[in-house]
């Protein structure tokens, strides 16, 4: 046990400021924010401190998929191509993945907990009753700790895999197995079109796996602008995944404990292959949790103000910060959560009477609803921030789509040979500000900050023209991107 770890039935300690339930990334930081202002704060983690992120998400997806595009970017480059012969070395790739899950120890995280001052309980915490939790220790006793001001529930999601005949004896992979495998599979089905099933199907892909991706819709990636999904599903056909769109997967059957499954698809079809995954997306981990002694739903993703309070309970004690409030599901945008929720825990219990609620205050998660980024780290690259064309026009927005091919752009032509990529601004023509942006190719990912900058500001598009890219680099777009504007 560490220092900061808290002894189970220790009598003198069953009342903290704050309690924190889940220590993934975004309880981390929830804790950290309450400490930091002087609050005593606990955290209750069942598993790894880190969460899933650091252990079954980003971290070891990044590191499955950066190999994939460093080999790209070399091959999409003459003189460069020259110097690449063959594909990934898989053993090497899974071990430096391994690396960056401290194969799955949580030793490093727990060392920063304690540099911080926090205590840590580890267990499985459900609530129980007002301010109460009730936490399972690991060593099989029941501690009970009262909150003097606030609960925060930061437990996060896990895969939700559909109720298809024969999906348990078939034993799916889920994101998880997905990200810690530790031997490459001959043949990989990878149903869904989301995040996590084209992130995995092209990393799985490079690995050496034969990948088939099943769609039940018509087009992967379909809460981003329709040209992500075309471009994502060429790259990934040029990359030799099978991309098949309105499939569904009826049936599984897996005979042998170690066999291949036998996938049965709407319309008739069969798919044999030696693992399946499911990224059919997420379900909240808020079942046998207690809610019901607070008044909530068992099992469903809390309801959450821009303060991240969960909306009904009284007293408002209670905060549910991060994936478990359903509103964006990214690491960066909970800890951004983190930081708001934090700031009005500490507001709250030093009594300020009016907190800054108003938009874009210190105590109001704004950006969930008007500037969330996001990068997919697939080949080539997806990012957005803000709003689509759609989403603006179901909002009532009067809006005008400006298109780019980005290489046109000087700095992406340089970037890589016959560069493949587009970028979309989204107008919000009332206000002259950008209301959206989606660029699309090789090496994106590190543009998207400026889009989320002009969004996030409401930069009027009058100031962004005096915002000069450097040349030649990608960021070039910009202007390209207000020269079509302006006509
Ligand atoms: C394959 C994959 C790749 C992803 N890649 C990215 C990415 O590149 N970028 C990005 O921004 N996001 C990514 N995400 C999303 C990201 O992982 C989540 O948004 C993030 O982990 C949410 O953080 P969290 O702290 O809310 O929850 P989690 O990270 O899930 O942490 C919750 C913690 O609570 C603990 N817990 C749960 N219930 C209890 C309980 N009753 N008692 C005690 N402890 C409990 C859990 O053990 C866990 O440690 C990815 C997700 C997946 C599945
Ligand atoms: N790079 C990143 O930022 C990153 C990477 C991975 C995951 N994530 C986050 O994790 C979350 C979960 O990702 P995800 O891909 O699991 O969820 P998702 O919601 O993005 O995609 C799931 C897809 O599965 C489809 N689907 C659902 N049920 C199905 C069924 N029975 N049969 C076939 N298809 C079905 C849905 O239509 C949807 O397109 C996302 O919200 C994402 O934000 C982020």
Redesign the pocket.
């Known amino acids: 046990m560490s220092r900061s770890e808290v002894p189970s039935g220790g009598p003198e300690a069953d009342e903290y400021d704050v309690i924190v339930i889940g220590a993934g990334p975004v309880g981390e930081n929830v804790a950290d924010r309450a400490h930091a202002s002087g609050l005593s704060a606990l955290v209750v983690e069942n598993e790894l401190v880190g969460g899933e992120c650091s252990y079954w998400?980003?971290m070891p997806?990044k590191a499955l998929l950066r190999p994939v595009a460093a080999l790209s970017d070399a091959r999409r480059v003459a003189g460069a191509a020259q110097a690449v012969d063959g594909g990934l070395d898989a053993v090497a790739v899974l071990e430096r993945r391994d690396g960056f899950t401290s194969n799955w120890q949580d030793k490093g995280q727990v060392a920063w907990l304690e540099s911080t001052g926090l205590e840590l309980l580890r267990g499985r915490a459900r609530l129980d009753g007002p301010r109460r939790i009730a936490v399972e220790t690991h060593d099989g006793t029941v501690r009970t700790l009262t909150a003097r001001h606030a609960v925060a529930v930061c437990t996060g999601?896990r895969?939700a895999l559909?109720g298809?005949p024969g999906i348990e004896e078939a034993r799916p992979w889920t994101?998880r197995e997905a990200t810690s495998a530790k031997e490459v599979p001959g043949r990989l089905a990878v149903?869904?079109?989301?995040?996590?099933?084209v992130?995995m199907a092209t990393a799985w892909q490079a690995l050496g796996s034969e990948v088939t991706l099943?769609?039940?819709?018509d087009r992967l990636l379909?809460?981003m602008e329709p040209f992500a999904g075309e471009l994502i599903a060429e790259g990934l056909t040029a990359a030799g995944v099978t991309v098949r769109t309105g499939v569904?997967?009826e049936e599984l059957s897996r005979p042998g404990p170690d066999g291949p499954v036998t996938l049965s698809l709407s319309g008739g079809g069969r798919l044999e292959c030696d693992e399946v995954l499911f990224?059919?997306?997420?379900a909240p981990r808020t079942d046998d949790f207690g809610l019901e002694t607070v008044g909530c739903e068992p099992g469903s993703w809390l309801s959450v103000d821009d303060t991240l309070r969960v909306t009904g309970v009284h007293g408002g004690w209670l905060y549910a910060v991060g994936d478990v409030n359903g509103r964006?599901?990214?690491t960066h945008q909970g800890k951004y959560q983190a930081r708001v929720a934090g700031a009005a825990i500490v507001a709250r219990a030093a009594g300020v009477p009016l907190l800054e609620t108003d938009r874009w205050g210190a105590h109001s998660a704004t950006a969930d609803h008007d500037a969330v980024p996001?990068?997919?780290?697939c080949d080539p690259e997806a990012t957005s921030v803000g709003l689509t064309v759609d989403e603006a026009e179901r909002r009532g927005l009067r809006v005008r789509a400006v298109d780019v091919e980005l290489g046109e752009v000087a700095g992406a032509s340089l970037y890589a040979d016959g560069y493949r990529g587009r970028a979309r601004m989204v107008v919000d023509l009332d206000r002259e500000v950008v209301a959206g942006v989606t660029f699309v190719g090789p090496g994106v990912g590190e543009l998207l900050h400026s889009a989320t900058v002009a969004v996030a500001g409401e930069v009027p598009l009058e100031r962004l023209w005096h915002a000069v890219p450097s040349y030649p680099t990608m960021s070039e777009v910009w202007l390209r991107l207000l020269e079509e504007y302006r006509g």
Do not use: K, Y
């Open positions: 998400a980003c997806s999601s895969a559909p298809i994101s149903v869904g079109g989301g995040v996590v099933g992130e099943l769609v039940r819709g379909p809460r569904s997967v990224a059919t997306g997420r964006a599901l990214l996001q990068v997919v780290f």
